[in-house]
């Protein structure tokens, strides 16, 4: 770009960035990044249903409760709603246990070490065979 910010006002810009078989609206646009740094992004708003922190140290305190401890949050809002008590939704309860770095993977993941494919190397002759299985013309007789 620095190029065609040189060489464009003496031949053009079109010209130039022919030359160099760039477009021109990507000169421009590198050239108005430089001009104007982007602005940060605005603060997400907070929706106007969203529990308050009271509501959700209840659900946390719920969660942690010793009858829950161990069971997923799906079955703690089936067993709170038999009782006739509602606090959130499943995917509330799960936000709310995230955000407390409370939830993981159950299941141990395994890590595989890497594949070396494996390199033949001859030094003389005779000293490697190799031999290729795949079928090129299978025929099949019907009676």
């Known amino acids: 770009m620095e190029m065609v910010a040189e060489h464009g006002p003496k031949v053009g810009i079109a010209p130039v960035c022919c030359a160099l078989v760039v477009?021109?609206?990507?000169?421009?646009?590198?050239?108005?990044?430089?001009?104007?740094?982007?602005?940060?992004?605005?603060?997400?708003?907070?929706?106007?249903?969203?529990?308050?922190?009271?509501?959700?140290?209840a659900v946390l305190d719920t969660l942690h409760e010793p009858r829950f401890v161990d069971q997923p949050p799906g079955e703690?809002?089936?067993?709170?709603?038999?009782?006739?008590?509602?606090?959130?939704?499943?995917?509330?309860?799960?936000?709310i246990l995230d955000s407390q770095g409370e939830v993981r993977e159950r299941r141990d993941q395994l890590e595989h070490p890497p594949y070396a494919t494996p390199e033949l190397v001859a030094r003389r002759p005779n000293e490697v065979w190799s031999w290729d299985i795949t079928i090129h013309n299978v025929i099949i007789f019907a009676e």
């Open 76 to 95: 703690v809002y089936a067993t709170l709603l038999d009782q006739g008590i509602y606090l959130c939704s499943v995917r509330t309860m799960y936000r």
């Open 23 to 57: 477009s021109r609206a990507t000169a421009y646009r590198h050239w108005k990044r430089q001009a104007q740094p982007p602005a940060p992004p605005a603060p997400r708003p907070t929706p106007h249903r969203a529990l308050s922190q009271e509501e959700r140290h």
